[in-house]
């Protein structure tokens, strides 16, 4: 379904922000991204959904090229971003082309009853807290029913608990119309909870460094040994990626006679 391929980025100052990235991810699979700051997520997420242009290599959805903006590509950010003269269901179903009243009004509800929302279609963003501003935007991701969707770490100025909500629901959408999905995230319990891989990005310039498969049934349990143990690798792939091992260099000539 999605297959980036050999994708670089350099930017016109010279900083090279990824080299060489290789990634697919299956229909249907759910894939997040981890990294240390300026590991080049972002930057990666922004390439695939066509809205920057790599410097090498290529990004391909259903075998089609992705060299801007797409309909099959939908992006979640970490801000709502709704349009504030707009109620919620207006919101949600902003974008949806070629559907007849009907359609779009049914696709509309379904996903605002999905996020828990259905009582608010009339009211307007600012009526709305952060976390379910947010439940709107989710909504209006899945509405187009896109094949792949990419979430730049949506939940990050979430407390826990409404996180940990907007992750069942998140999985509830999914569970509909299974798209691919690609989360960036700097919560290793998040990865955890919401992907079937977590793959680990190393800095400067950003590559991947590892990948890790998360074998586990959902509803995943947070304080299951498994799921604990996931978490456990998860973050040694990612200490790893921070701190990767240095070769141990011999002493000059000249130095080995004062080692003893």
């Known amino acids: 379904m999605l297959i980036v391929d050999a994708l670089s980025k350099t930017y016109a100052d010279g900083t090279q922000a990824l080299s060489d990235i290789g990634l697919s991810a299956a229909p249907g699979e ?12 972002t930057t990666l997420l922004r390439l695939i959904a066509g809205l920057d242009r790599a410097s090498a290599g290529a990004v391909e959805v259903a075998g089609e090229t992705i060299l801007e903006p797409h309909p099959r590509v939908g992006v979640v950010f970490q801000e709502p971003r709704l349009l504030p003269w707009l109620t919620v269901a207006d919101n949600v179903g902003f974008g949806l082309g070629g559907l007849g009243r009907s359609e779009n009004r049914a696709r509309v509800a379904e996903a605002l009853e999905r996020v828990g929302l259905a009582e608010h279609g009339r009211r307007w963003p600012r009526e709305l807290s952060g976390g379910q501003q947010q439940r709107v935007a989710i909504a ?14 949506p939940f990050s100025a979430l407390d826990a608990f409404t996180r940990r909500g907007l992750h069942e629901q998140l999985l509830d ?18 990865a955890v909870t919401l992907a079937d891989r977590v793959v680990v990005m190393r800095p400067k310039p950003g590559r991947l460094e590892e990948t890790v498969a998360i074998d586990l049934p959902r509803p995943r349990d947070p304080v299951s040994a498994r799921y604990e143990e996931a978490v456990r690798r998860v973050m040694a792939a990612l200490d790893r990626s921070l701190h990767p091992p240095t070769t141990r260099r011999d002493p000059a000539p000249e130095m080995r006679a004062g080692w003893w």
């Open 140 to 153: 209006r991701a899945f509405v187009p029913r896109p094949r792949v969707l990419l979430l730049d770490e």
């Open 30 to 41: 759910i894939v997040a991204l981890i990294g240390g700051s300026g590991c080049g997520k």
């Open 173 to 190: 959408l999914w569970a509909a119309s299974k798209p691919t999905i690609l989360i960036v995230t700097h919560d290793v319990g998040e």
